[in-house]
């Protein structure tokens, strides 16, 4: 059974930071690229930041300079560092997987993120 468990968020003070957690169980995680997204109340889910299989990162805009991802293959996990937090920042994060081979794709239940200004 495939599952990814987000942690880490909570609520933190403008300029403060944050490090949420994404581990996952059930897949092959090293042949998965992991994505984090996070959506607003009101708003359309949007893409935060990503790693690749190879370890190659990509980030909104929104966040470059701020945020940043990394991967622990040993421990199934992904790490979203959040610096500098927004109150803009506010939304449940949620991580996905997905397969670069097969195509799968996986969403953990979401942590929320609050940001006070």
């Known amino acids: 059974q495939v599952q990814l468990v987000e942690s880490g968020g909570g609520l933190v003070q403008a300029g403060g930071s944050l490090r949420l957690s994404c581990a996952a169980s059930?897949?092959?995680?090293?042949?998965?690229?992991i994505h984090w997204y996070r959506q607003a109340t009101g708003k359309q889910r949007e893409l935060v930041a990503g790693i690749g299989s190879g370890g190659t990162t990509n980030y909104a805009d929104s966040v470059k300079g701020r945020f940043t991802i990394s991967r622990d293959n040993a421990k199934n996990t992904v790490y979203l560092q959040m610096n500098s937090l927004k109150p803009e920042d506010t939304a449940v994060y949620y991580c996905?997987?997905?397969?670069?081979?097969?195509?799968?794709?996986?969403w953990g239940q979401g942590t929320q993120v609050t940001v006070s200004a």
């Open positions: 996905n997987a997905l397969s670069e081979k097969y195509g799968s794709s996986n």
């Open positions: 059930g897949i092959m995680f090293s042949i998965n690229a």
